[in-house]
């Protein structure tokens, strides 16, 4: 069989579609560009569903803006000829500071995307985050991905199907159980409403021409039918209450709160991550109910609107923390550099999410670790030409005043 290897990864190059994805991604030079190349390939709507965040989606973009506006502030004359990108996270190693966010529903863009990008992360030698809203199982993830896995539980008002998702998840060796914490109710994702975007979905004449206009998309969900979320299948449709909430936080429990989360930490026996802290004063709590790690975070701009950017928030809750357990940051991640800027405000790591998602929509597997090569690639560069040789070298004081 004839092949090319992409980034460590093998492509048969003898069909057409496999020469057009080996174009499209050798042509992609940054995490924007492989963007670019998702949103050509999906419907709109699809597309917005992934891209979009909350209202006026004023936290998306600050996201970004706080790491763009950031400076670093470079040392010459050191040699960095060797740079090592190595440290570890729970006493484990990582080949760079880095892990995979949680994202829902990657097989509506890309079927078998969970899959693709877990694999992608065991790859590149660092950690996988499972969603509880994703198109693969707890089982399908743990079999076909031997990596690092963590499972991220989102509080369903269904307590049962709750424990036992947690419990499949320790069967399966899962190493960490994450609970996202800043999701009470459902974000107002106004593009999704635009698009007239419902799970299931379904043809509306507000968006069938998105879907005619990508007819290779749509061949692939006619045929074989779009994926399901297979943790949520079943679940009871709770009651309407006429408000414009979009339907992916229609299973959550806004009622789940510290005591609960203390009982959730005596029933897992493995490593606790709270993921979506923004606020200093909820280190200290989450501390005493013993969790393992905290992940900044603002759901990358999804929820609630006009929340602090993540890097502007890390500084206060790393030194809240004061080094007692790692904190991580998700949110606004697109280049090798904003991981040193992360590092260097505090984070013992970052979390990417749209980063290997938009690969993913783009090329599967093989843009997953296109957007990875390209994170470790620039993260590489930037510590070099800031005369940096090891993550411990990362300090504060890289960082302009």
């Not at 470079?74 to 040699?79: A, E, S, Y």
């Not at 043809?203 to 005619?212: K, P």
């Not at 009651?239 to 414009?244: D, K, L, R, V």
């Not at 994170?375 to 090891?390: A, I, N």
């Amino acid at each position: 069989m004839k092949s090319t290897v992409l980034i460590g990864v093998e492509c048969d190059t003898r069909t057409p579609s496999a020469i057009k994805m080996h174009s499209t991604l050798h042509a992609c030079h940054s995490i924007d560009q492989l963007r670019q190349a998702a949103q050509v390939r999906l419907p709109r709507g699809i597309f917005d569903f992934y891209d979009g965040g909350a209202d006026d989606e004023c936290t998306l973009a600050d996201n970004r803006a706080a790491f763009r506006r950031t400076r670093l502030v470079p040392r010459v004359l050191r040699d960095v000829s060797s740079v090592d990108l190595t440290t570890t996270l729970f006493g484990e190693p990582l080949r760079m500071p880095l892990a995979i966010a949680p994202t829902g529903g990657v097989g509506f863009g890309w079927r078998g995307g969970d899959v693709a990008i877990a694999q992608a992360a065991t790859s590149f030698g660092i950690p996988y985050t499972l969603s509880t809203s994703a198109t693969a199982s707890i089982e399908d993830v743990a079999a076909q991905a031997p990596g690092r896995r963590w499972f991220q539980a989102y509080v369903l008002q269904d307590k049962a199907r709750l424990a036992a998702l947690i419990e499949r998840a320790r069967a399966m060796e899962y190493e960490a159980l994450m609970i996202t914490v800043d999701l009470a109710v459902g974000g107002k994702r106004e593009r999704d409403f635009v698009n007239g975007l419902t799970f299931p979905m379904k043809l509306t004449r507000r968006n069938i021409w998105q879907f005619v206009a990508k007819p290779r998309w749509s061949l692939d969900m006619l045929l074989h039918k779009p994926p399901v979320m297979p943790h949520l299948v079943g679940l009871a449709q709770p009651p309407s209450e006429g408000s414009a909430v979009h339907t992916p936080g229609r299973h959550y429990d806004p009622a789940f709160d510290l005591e609960q989360l203390k009982s959730l930490r005596d029933r897992w026996p493995g490593r606790l991550i709270v993921k979506g802290i923004s606020h200093p004063g909820d280190v200290a709590p989450l501390l005493d109910v013993g969790v393992d790690a905290l992940v900044v975070s603002n759901h990358g701009g999804r929820q609630l609107d006009t929340t602090i950017a993540t890097l502007d928030a890390l500084p206060a809750i790393a030194q809240a923390v004061n080094g007692r357990i790692p904190v991580l940051l998700d949110g606004g991640i697109r280049r090798g550099n904003d991981i040193v800027k992360a590092l260097a405000l505090g984070a013992s790591a970052v979390m990417v999410g749209r980063a290997t998602l938009y690969g993913a929509l783009a090329a599967g597997h093989e843009g997953a670790c296109r957007a990875l090569w390209l994170l470790q690639d620039e993260f590489r560069r930037t510590m070099q030409l800031c005369g940096l040789t090891r993550i411990a070298d990362i300090r504060r004081d890289l960082i302009a005043s």
